[in-house]
């Protein structure tokens, strides 16, 4: 059986978000669900919308959310000396043609077509036939290089999401796939255009599965017919819909849509991302909150959405905070610490030393979406608090601060555990007759300046005893 070989070519135009990344996320998905190689190419032909920033955030994003590609970055702009062996080869073999018409030319002839309610499209003016005259050659002017599409028949394929398509050679004209020669070179061929580039590289880089965005249809039937010229078979396509945003439209940079890196910044868990994407567009039963290593064991083509995924912020948070309540938290604690660090905030020795601070994690997690959240809540810990003073005012009364007064004296001598200061609030609501929340929320209002937390002796004990005792008498 054949090995499977995925890719991901994005083209570093711009910031990658998250619609273009689940198309780098299910052809990793499928080869290591089929323990296949991932290869990543950078097309990066458009050199004057193309920055070495937009590759970096491209590098960074799938190395966050941990999809590690086995082979490349390769670069379409390293590869030129290839591309353009192969149009010498075609040339030499008859397969594609100079064709000398010019813009001018072109477009008047689309006038012409249009006028006459006829589909635009190059007319074969230059297509060597037997027994065809062409024109005189114009001097002076450099050819494009067109390939000598099939005529009659139709190009099939069984697409993985769309299903049987077929298109018939007569509506593809003769693509160009070389752009003019530069002026002073001897050479006929100029720069190789995207739709041949790709063929090229699927070819040489023996991809099995192309699975990429459906914006991507009209090219297949074209780049079938130039790789079937070269004597290859084509790959399996599946074509995904498109990812809409929350109003409908194309998710896009115009339109709202963030860079993949900013979700990492706001403290998403990658997995929650990952699996979030997955679900943008493929299932495996109802099954909503599944693990990456489910992911991989479940993965295949078969169950891909026919319909476009629409990104939903408030099911995001959703998904992320059940990966929260259930990350691991030596794991939280390193992002929280880097979170923290991002801040300025300098976190005492007693935190970084022990299960501290994953013990302050598990408590809190349940609560967070992200880790900014939880760096939110945990500061408490790490820096002096201050609750809203209408809330102060309102619970810290005058007939409960002698309370909060036997509470810090009997909380000096306490053993330093959640059951002894449990039973020190138990003691000191029994000595003053009042109820448990009298007590707990004016303490949780001095000493985590919030009203509410988890369970209060829990909190406490996570502190430090002079810090809780301090903030009791302040």
């Known amino acids: ?49 193309s920055s070495q920033a937009a590759v970096d955030v491209i590098l960074e994003g799938m190395q966050w959310l941990g999809l590690n590609h086995d082979e490349g970055p390769f670069y379409q702009m390293q590869r030129m000396d290839r591309y353009k062996q192969v149009v010498q080869e075609m040339l030499d073999k008859g397969l594609i043609y100079p064709c000398y018409m010019s813009s001018a030319e072109l477009d ?88 041949f580039c790709v063929v090229v590289d699927d ?32 790959p399996v396509y599946a074509h995904l819909p498109t990812v809409l945003n929350e109003q409908g439209e194309k998710m896009s940079k115009r339109h709202g849509a963030k860079a993949v890196t900013q979700y990492r910044d706001e403290g998403y868990l990658a997995d929650a991302i990952v699996n979030y994407l997955a679900r943008l567009g493929w299932s495996h039963g109802d099954d909503e909150i599944f693990s990456r290593a489910q992911l ?82 945990l500061n408490m810990y ?3 608090v201050a609750a809203p003073a209408e809330e102060l005012a309102a619970q810290v009364t005058d007939a409960v601060k002698p309370a909060i007064a036997a509470l810090a004296t009997r909380l000096e001598t306490a053993a330093w555990d959640k059951a002894a200061i449990n039973q ?22 001095l000493v985590c300046g919030r009203a509410q937390t988890p369970s209060v002796d829990a909190v406490l004990a996570l502190f430090e005893r002079d810090a809780v005792i301090q903030r009791l008498r302040a």
Not at 130 to 158: C, D, H, I, M, Y
């Open 1 to 49: 059986m054949t090995q499977v070989r995925t890719r991901f070519a994005p083209s570093p135009t711009g910031f990658i978000h998250l619609g273009n990344i689940r198309s780098a996320l299910y052809p990793w998905a499928f080869a290591r669900a089929n323990q296949g190689v991932f290869i990543l190419r950078i097309e990066d032909t458009d050199e004057e919308r």
């Open 108 to 195: 008047a002839l689309r006038e012409r077509q249009m006028a006459n309610k006829e589909k635009p499209r190059y007319d074969g003016t230059w297509r060597p036939e037997p027994g065809k005259t062409l024109p005189p050659v114009p001097a002076g002017v450099k050819p494009v290089l067109r390939f000598k599409n099939p005529q009659g028949g139709s190009v099939v394929w069984e697409d993985k999401v769309k299903g049987r398509i077929e298109i018939s050679n007569d509506e593809l004209d003769d693509l160009v796939i070389a752009r003019p020669a530069a002026e002073g070179s001897d050479s006929i061929v100029g720069t190789p255009t995207y739709n």
């Open 203 to 234: 070819m040489d880089m023996g991809i099995t599965h192309v699975i990429r965005g459906d914006d991507h249809v009209n090219n297949t039937p074209r780049q079938i017919n130039i790789l079937r010229a070269l004597g290859q078979e084509p």
């Open 296 to 377: 991989v064991e479940w993965f295949n083509l078969d169950h891909l959405g026919k319909s476009a995924g629409q990104f939903d912020e408030a099911k995001l948070r959703w998904v992320a905070q059940q990966h929260m309540k259930t990350a691991d938290d030596a794991l939280l604690a390193k992002l929280v610490s880097e979170q923290w660090a991002q801040r300025g905030v300098a976190v005492p020795a007693s935190l970084q030393a022990g299960d501290k601070l994953q013990a302050m994690c598990a408590l809190f997690k349940d609560r967070c979406a992200t880790t900014v959240e939880l760096a939110d809540w």
């Open 382 to 384: 790490v820096a002096s």
């Open 424 to 445: 020190a609030i138990k003691d000191t609501i029994g000595e003053f007759g009042i109820k448990m929340p009298q007590l707990a929320i004016p303490v949780r209002l």
